[in-house]
């Protein structure tokens, strides 16, 4: 049985990674690390939470004790870093703790494996993984054409970014000056499942179930490459079994799209589901445009050449279904949504898009 750390299992994607690698991969163990910050719910997890497999740790990535104390208590084969701060918005109003969590976090991670498994440890016939979970944002802003390539330089733009960004360089130097096993995935934009509804696809959702104005950032044209979270679990497991250490690897959907088309299909497949708006009005009529993000970055696409070819890895479920899933589960997901839409969420939505 390998002893699997997971950073961030509570959030949307960890969250999904842990119940899909419980079902699907039985010869690993998982210790969930969570700080449980507004984006993180212990509720996304109450299916699998009695597993023989699964050990929740309420904790902070940058608590160096705590870290290391899992380490030795846990012998960690493996780690898969989720945890981060991740929200765009928030770190323009709010970048101190992107800096935290996603800088220093990483840091104080990075030296407890490099203690457990480089200077304590007996690394012989170990195969230990430091997989560090990043976004394709840390490439910056496309223009009309073209796709970032894992060679592609740095240029991120928002102090989201920048955090990642700064938390892959430290993860390449590890490896590079130490030798720490590490890996590097930098994936597109993910929807699915328990996703957090500050998120374009969720909050319009929400929104349009609610019959609320749907916020639709500058013109609606910024594209995004967007990605089933299966299929960017399946990646990321891909990676862990078969990646070359010290290689990073990019992760797409090879599916772009405008955000005002997004927003579209949504609104149609609810209209579809249940039924026109009061009125016999269409949800697309409560697309609102308001002022643009700040810096808002115009257009990423992914190239998934090297994974493809490499590791053979492509994604399995394409746009259409995957959206027609995804909002068929936020309709039979109701609770989930009231659950966390309530105090510090309505403060958020309040302070964001003011009366709407
Ligand atoms: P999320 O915001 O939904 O979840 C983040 C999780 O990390 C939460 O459970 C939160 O409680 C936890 N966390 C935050 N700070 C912590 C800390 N200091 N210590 C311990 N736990 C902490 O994020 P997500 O969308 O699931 O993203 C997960 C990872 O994937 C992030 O690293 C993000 O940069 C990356 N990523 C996300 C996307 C996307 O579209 N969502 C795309 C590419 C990459
Ligand atoms: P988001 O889901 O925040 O992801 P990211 O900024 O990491 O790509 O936003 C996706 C796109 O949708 C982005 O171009 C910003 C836009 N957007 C809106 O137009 N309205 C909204 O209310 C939100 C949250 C995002």
């Known amino acids: 049985m390998k002893q699997v750390l997971i950073t961030g299992g509570c959030g949307f994607i960890g969250s999904n990674f842990v119940r899909h690698t419980l079902e699907h991969y039985k010869e690993y163990r998982l210790i969930n690390l969570d700080k449980l910050t507004y984006a993180g719910n212990p509720g996304n997890l109450t299916d699998i939470e009695n597993s023989p497999r699964y050990r929740f740790v309420k904790g902070d990535i940058c608590d160096a004790d705590l870290v290391r104390k899992i380490f030795a208590e846990e012998k960690i084969d493996a780690v898969v870093h989720f945890a981060?701060?991740?929200?765009?918005?928030?770190?323009?109003?709010g970048p101190a703790e992107f800096i935290r969590?996603?800088?220093l976090g990483t840091f104080t991670l990075l030296e407890a494996a490099r203690e457990a498994w480089l200077k304590n440890g007996d690394s012989t016939?170990?195969?230990y993984r430091f997989l560090h979970v990043s976004t394709d944002e840390v490439y910056g802003s496309l223009g009309e054409t073209g796709a970032f390539q894992e060679t592609t330089p740095y240029d991120p733009r928002s102090p989201y970014s920048a955090s990642k960004?700064?938390?892959?360089?430290?993860?390449?130097?590890?490896?590079?000056?130490?030798?720490?096993?590490?890996?590097?995935?930098?994936?597109s934009n993910n929807y699915g499942p328990y996703q957090f509804p500050e998120k374009l696809i969720p909050l319009v959702i929400n929104n349009a179930l609610q019959g609320k104005a749907l916020p639709v950032y500058g013109d609606g044209k910024n594209v995004r490459d967007w990605l089933y979270v299966i299929d960017h679990c399946e990646a990321i497991l891909t990676v862990l079994h078969k990646g070359k250490t010290g290689e990073t690897y990019n992760i797409g959907g090879n599916s772009e799209k405008q955000n005002i088309e997004i927003v579209s299909t949504i609104c149609d497949i609810l209209d579809e589901k249940v039924g026109l708006l009061p009125g016999e009005k269409a949800r697309r009529s409560l697309v609102t445009y308001v002022k643009d993000r700040a810096g808002?970055?115009?257009?990423?696409a992914i190239d998934a050449t090297k994974i493809r070819t490499e590791l053979g890895w492509t994604p399995q479920v394409n746009f259409a279904e995957g959206m027609r899933k995804t909002v068929e589960w936020y309709l039979d997901h109701q609770a989930w949504i009231a659950s966390v839409t309530?105090?510090?969420y309505r403060e958020y939505y309040e302070k964001m898009y003011g009366g709407r």
Request: with cysteine.
């Open 84 to 93: 981060a701060e991740s929200h765009v918005d928030r770190s323009i109003t």
């Open 125 to 127: 016939g170990k195969e």
């Open 101 to 103: 969590t996603n800088i």
């Open 296 to 300: 808002h970055d115009r257009r990423y």
């Open 342 to 344: 309530t105090g510090a």
């Open 165 to 187: 960004a700064s938390s892959d360089h430290l993860v390449s130097a590890y490896f590079h000056t130490y030798g720490l096993p590490t890996l590097i995935t930098n994936c």
